[in-house]
């Protein structure tokens, strides 16, 4: 302050407290006419008769060193003038307010200050006028609260049921929406309201609160405290911007059945994922003193901005509000492809007596995996399970279901959407379509569908392609092969596809995306749950010419008969071969009674992709979905003696395989040896072995020991090639 020149009168105009300067008070004080620019310090002992006015910027600071209540410095339910603080700091000791509730509410214009050791006690009270009161804000601070030491909310274990609210939440401290640990039957409110961010650096302790987002500017929630973060319950009721996650977050959803927050509630504004994991709702494990399970629901243009690397889980038991409410997972539409994708979706709602939640969702794509393990799932309009993703119906509750407007799968010419309905409720109202992503034009891809394609459209999924414009189609004559001649063939003016027949489909024009539709519905045989003792038979025929050859004869191109990954029982005399076109060489599974041996990995073929079967005599080759379906494996094998010679070369792999069993001979066995397949590139490198006596070209050559084999190496131009070999 600043030396007085005269002697105060009785008409003194008071005391002004400058900026950059304090008076400490340790006594009570009349403080008649007090401004206050700078810094009012109450101390132990410390009081002021009257409230101060609070010039911008001022600062009440508390270093009182004990417990404290707010005096007349600090008045309730004044918004301006004397009694309404600017910034506040509690220096040390407790502040505890005067039982905050609606007839005492407080207001602070700037930013409150919890020192290290210090701490800020909202001591609200519950009100029992629920109707009006639950959730609605009784202490107001216009900015921020950063926190280095310790906040309450509620003044018991009672829990309280109203709120505080401030722009950004910074806390380095302890932070503890409520001490009620146990039931908490009466934790419903909105708790903790920001308009600004929620950034933890320290403890927090939701304990049955909601955090509640709100105002039109961009807000998140991150931190340096590691995740998952507890956000028992958590709103967005925004009139624009959007909440970005950068940290994983849960949303508990502890509520009284029968009424209060939703686990996460969207009712205006977007939740920005940013590739984080999100669970909504609590394990069952968690249910044992309070079964209501508040689940999830989007409202008034509230949505969830996804991306490739976010996941959601939505868990809980079924109860009679969520089941009446409905549920719902309304996913931002304004980038299709990237704004509605998820990684993983898990949905897992239900209770003890098999009862079911319903959950709508508006649009999604899939990249990785949906797993419906309980629950009702409807997709309002498009569910695309992405290319190299896998859609699975629980193989536990029978009640499991999914309901679709249109189902559409992912095929790339080296990975194929999964759908796994493991006997469950499957409804397509409109029709399946099968997006088939191509890496580059001019180039002939495998591919072949389980039903018949009555349309194919463009990557806006409603002009129709042109044949010879967008795309080129051949098929395979094996009457051609028998005559030893190529057997591609290709097709003229194709509009549609037959179901189980092999093509080879170019891209033409643009790299983009073509969808294959198919009336077919989920009564279709493809969506179906064959076993090994009943597989669903592809027919495979033995195409012979006069004076041909019989390593020629027996070719079939045809199609993986399941929206599944499907384990084929090829018996003796059958061999398989797959295609990939970025090698331009092709992978072998064979089995002699074996279902789905294949060396080196997996022997399940994937869906809607062509591939080649050589069979020594017509019959039917067997596809049946291995329990529980939807789990990738590895296929253990029954060793045989097996060694697979590798050339390497321009960063590719290419292999042929020699077998030893006893019942074979070094000549060409029909049974037993896979002849070798030709690449679609006469510059692709070669490696493969002979028959003794007919020379043939094998990819499998079976022999007995002691039996010399030569290998057959042809690379397009000089170079560094590298040659080995394993052993199986």
Known sequence: WTDATSIPSSDASGITIQTGHTISVSSAVKSSNCT????????SGGSVSQAPTFGSGSTLKYNTGASSVPGAEWKPNVTSGAGYPYNIQIASGTLQMSVASFANKYYAAGDVTVASGATLDFNMAYDSNVAEHQGKPVVIINGNITN?????????????NLAFQCQTMTNGGTLSLSENTTAPIQAIGGDMILTGDFINNGTFNCNGRAILFTGSGNQKIDGTTGGPYAIDFMVLDKTGGQVTLYKDVTCKGYSVNGGGYWALSL???????????????????????????????????GKIKGDKDATITLLGNYTQWTASSGQSLIFDQSQNGASNVLKDLTVNRIDSAGLRDKITINNIIIDHLLDIKAGNVIVNNNLTIDTAAVGRLSSTYTTASLKVKKLILGKSPLHAAEFYRNGRTLTIDEKVMVKVHFYRTAQWNFFAFPFDISQILKADTTTTATWNTDYSVGIYDPVRRANRTSGWKTLTNVTTLKADTGYIINKKGSVADLFFVTNAKSDDESFGNPSSSSPVNTAVSYTTVPGGLVCNFGWNFIAQPLVAKATSSISTGQFAYSYDPTKDAYKLYYGSDNPGYTYGGSASLVPYEAFFVKTAAAGNMGSYITSPQGVRRRTDAQPEDVVQLNLSANGNNYETLVRMLPQATAGYDELYDAPYSDPMNAATPRIYTLSSGSSYALALNTVPEETTVPVYVKVPQAGDYSFNWTTQ
């Open 148 to 160: 280095n030491g310790t906040i309450y909310f509620a003044n018991s274990t009672s829990g309280g």
């Open 267 to 301: 009712s205006g504004g977007t939740l920005v994922l940013n590739g984080k994991n999100l669970v909504i709702s609590a394990e069952d494990a968690d249910l044992a003193t309070n079964k209501g399970r508040a689940g999830v629901q989007c409202v008034n243009g």
């Open 36 to 43: 206050v620019n700078g810094t009012l310090e109450i101390q």
